[in-house]
């Protein structure tokens, strides 16, 4: 079955240290998206990609990076620029035309050691 | 900017009993809506979605919503509630020919369905 897989589940950071997540999807989608959910504050887009070699910030990019050199992948760093990294990750994707929906993975929950 | 509100952070029904979540949004052109359905440490998962025609949606797991453009509003309602239904529950709108796709959401409303 296509889908959107995130990994790992769980991710744990030392202070100064940068990680990085994986997303990879099947669904041939041309955009994707990561996503950090904090309690109470909904979804808020760190950064997306309409096309390989491409992205552009979203709305919390500071202290996050990205890159897009395959289709299927579109991996999260997490630096340690970002001083509070303790939250929920979601990657998405969606055939680049507007009006569609957005396809979800699972989630990576990172936690400050 | 185009911005969603649910109003509602938390909501408590119980099981067997009907169900409406609301959502507003803000946006100067027609939008596109959808809504999705959060489990705890899980991914969202589209319950329904409006383009447009028909201003009342169904969708899976037997929710529908409607579309009031006049209201800007877009809730989310279900007739009677199953204990399954225990989620957060996110309204999402984006913009015809805008760049990327992007969607806003709306800060989630949690539901809690009491036995």
């Known amino acids: 079955d296509g889908g959107i897989t995130q990994s790992p589940k769980y991710l744990f950071r030392k202070e100064g240290q940068n990680v990085t997540l994986s997303c990879e999807q099947n669904l041939n989608h041309d955009a994707m998206y990561w996503y950090r959910q904090d309690p109470g504050q909904g979804l808020r887009l760190i950064y997306y990609s309409q096309i390989v070699n491409d992205f552009q910030k979203g709305d919390i990019a500071e202290g996050y990076s990205v890159s897009r050199e395959k289709k299927e992948s579109f991996p999260l760093t997490v630096t340690s620029a970002q001083k509070n990294p303790t939250a929920f990750y979601l990657c998405a994707s969606s055939p680049e035309q507007s009006n569609q929906p957005q396809h979800f993975g699972d989630g990576t929950r990172l936690s400050i050691l | 900017a185009q911005s969603v509100t649910q109003p509602d952070i938390h909501i408590t029904v119980s099981e067997g009993a009907s169900l409406e979540l609301r959502c507003n949004y803000s946006?100067?052109?027609?939008?596109?809506l959808f809504w999705y359905v959060q489990s705890p440490g899980q991914g969202l998962q589209l319950l329904l979605k409006y383009f447009s025609g028909d201003t009342l949606v169904q969708g899976i797991k037997g929710f529908e919503a409607e579309f009031k453009r006049s209201q800007s509003s877009f809730n989310l309602r279900k007739p009677s509630v199953h204990w399954s239904d225990a989620a957060e529950y996110f309204c999402a709108v984006g913009a015809f020919k805008a760049a990327g796709n992007k969607l806003t959401f709306g800060g989630g409303t949690r539901v809690l369905v009491k036995p």
């Open positions: 946006y100067g052109a027609t939008p596109y």
